[in-house]
């Protein structure tokens, strides 16, 4: 019904939303129920983004999602769980990619953003680096023109004091990079060295060094010879990494050497027989969990090139 755009329903849209989106900011509420209420949201700003604008609803719809996204919530490891945070954030990304007026939503965005890091609360914090990292995409060409005080802004994320902060501020890296070529690489000065500085801290958490990895994944797969002052420390690190017992850390891990690789070319040529030998090394380890990370290694190992020859080496 949320996708029709019968008269009936366009009659109420005003009401019907505004009901919707108490059930989905209502923390008293099944969350599942609340994710069936954002995902009719959802589905009439993807139907009717017109009607949105008419009867300004823009703005409320923004402000529930920026509610659920700073919710608390209980760490989750089950990737399929729904949290606050998912809800807020595909209602987010919809109503970004809606087509309803981009200046307003990102007006809107920023000041909160902008609001929430000013906040002694890690998941406001936190917050702050979600909705950038949602922005990236539909937002991509207004946050260009502030291209350099948003990126010294998440790199200085990266640095928090809290883990959690930092890993959000490692994911709007990692967006920013996947949605902002080829303008956020030439800022490679001042990114890699706070990714390095989260990939050499030993005492930096697990879950900060895989979000950070991703970063590098991406970041990296964009540059060229400009990665070559960097490519030590990156391998060094890297390479300490892979010594981890969290498969998920040395997937994330795999994926960012291959991308390091590709963009160094030549210059990587002295640690290639090494991270050769560490991947079939993973390679030999035949547990379930471990199945996974065997697939990424046998990409990354086919897609890696070799300094010696002019093709892929296959394992």
């Known amino acids: 019904m949320a996708e029709s755009d019968k008269p009936f329903l366009t009659a109420h849209i005003a009401v019907l939303i505004k009901f919707m989106l108490d059930l989905a900011v209502n923390k008293k509420v099944d969350i599942n129920i609340r994710q069936n209420a954002s995902s009719t949201v959802s589905a009439i ?34 990737v399929t769980e729904m949290t606050p945070q998912k809800i807020g954030v595909e209602l987010l990304d919809h109503v970004i990619l809606s087509g309803v007026p981009k200046k307003n939503v990102y007006q809107i965005c920023m000041r909160t953003a902008n609001d929430l890091l000013k906040s002694q609360n890690e998941h406001d914090r936190k917050g702050a680096f ?5 922005m990236a995409e539909g937002c991509a060409d207004l946050l260009k023109e502030v291209l350099k005080p948003m990126l010294e802004t998440i790199c200085n994320g990266v640095k928090d004091q809290s883990a959690v ?40 958490s697990g879950m900060v060094k895989k979000k950070c990895c991703l970063a590098l994944d991406v970041f990296c797969e964009n540059l060229g010879e400009e ?89």
């Open 227 to 315: 990665i070559v002052p960097y490519i030590d420390p990156l391998m060094r690190r890297m390479a300490e990494l892979l010594k981890s017992k969290d498969p998920l850390i040395q997937a994330s891990v795999i994926s960012a050497i291959k991308s390091t690789a590709g963009a160094a070319g030549a210059a990587y040529k002295p640690y290639y027989v090494d991270t050769i030998k560490i991947m079939i090394q993973l390679m030999s380890q035949t547990s379930d969990e471990m199945l996974t990370l065997r697939c990424k290694v046998c990409i990354s190992a086919h897609h890696t090139p070799s300094p010696h020859h002019h093709h892929h080496i296959k394992l």
């Open 130 to 134: 979600v909705i950038l990292a949602v």
């Open 45 to 78: 700003a993807k139907r009717q983004p017109q009607q949105l604008t008419k009867h300004k609803l823009v703005e409320g719809i923004l402000k529930a999602a920026l509610i659920l996204i700073v919710e608390p919530f209980k760490d989750v490891f089950d």
């Open 165 to 204: 902060v930092r890993g959000a501020a490692c994911v709007a890296l990692s967006q920013f990079a996947d949605h902002i070529q080829p303008e956020v690489t030439e800022y490679h000065q001042l990114v890699l060295p706070h990714l390095l500085h989260a990939l050499g801290n030993d005492k930096e």
